[in-house]
């Protein structure tokens, strides 16, 4: 492998979906009166849109009381890495055609609990970054 430059690479907005499309499981980060949160979640990407499930608590209400959100992906096996960003507004679904539309795609919950409050991020922002692993480079 090259110099460090060499083992990062930028992904495209394209590469980011694909990644998030394929994925299953992410980090939503949430900031309510100073506090920041992270909960694990998992989501499914419909539309350029993500979607996931909530029951009613400190998740739901903190994206309701600050709804700008940072929602994370990330892989790493022996030979690469990546992480993907996203930045936006997560809101509730409150009409009964977008929740009737969001039950249909194919997401439930990872525990046995019941979450039927849906809750989308549309995307301000989205980035990626792709990682070569390998041995360190030689310092001098």
Same mark, same amino acid.
């Given at each position: 492998?090259?110099?460090?430059?060499?083992?990062?690479?930028?992904?495209?907005?394209?590469?980011?979906?694909?990644?998030?499309?394929?994925?299953?499981?992410?980090?939503?980060?949430?900031?309510? %009166? %100073?506090?920041?949160?992270?909960?694990?979640?998992?989501?499914?990407?419909?539309?350029?849109?993500?979607?996931?499930?909530?029951?009613?608590?400190?998740?739901?209400?903190?994206?309701?009381?600050?709804?700008?959100?940072?929602?994370?992906?990330?892989?790493?096996?022996?030979?690469?890495?990546?992480?993907?960003?996203?930045? %936006?507004?997560?809101?509730?679904?409150?009409?009964?055609?977008?929740?009737?539309?969001?039950?249909?795609?194919?997401?439930?919950?990872?525990?046995?609990?019941?979450?039927?409050?849906?809750?989308?991020?549309?995307?301000?922002?989205?980035?990626?970054?792709?990682?070569?692993? %390998?041995?360190?480079?030689?310092?001098?």
């Amino acid at each position: 492998m090259g110099d460090t430059i060499d083992a990062v690479q930028v992904l495209s907005e394209q590469e980011c979906w694909q990644r998030l499309s394929e994925n299953t499981l992410g980090r939503l980060v949430v900031n309510a %009166g %100073g506090e920041i949160d992270v909960f694990p979640v998992n989501y499914v990407v419909s539309d350029g849109v993500l979607y996931l499930r909530t029951a009613p608590g400190t998740k739901l209400l903190e994206l309701t009381i600050h709804p700008d959100v940072v929602f994370e992906i990330d892989h790493v096996d022996d030979r690469a890495a990546y992480s993907v960003v996203v930045k %936006g507004p997560a809101e509730e679904l409150q009409q009964q055609s977008e929740i009737d539309t969001a039950d249909a795609l194919p997401l439930v919950p990872f525990l046995p609990t019941l979450k039927y409050r849906w809750v989308r991020i549309r995307p301000a922002t989205l980035s990626g970054r792709a990682f070569q692993r %390998g041995p360190e480079p030689d310092r001098y």
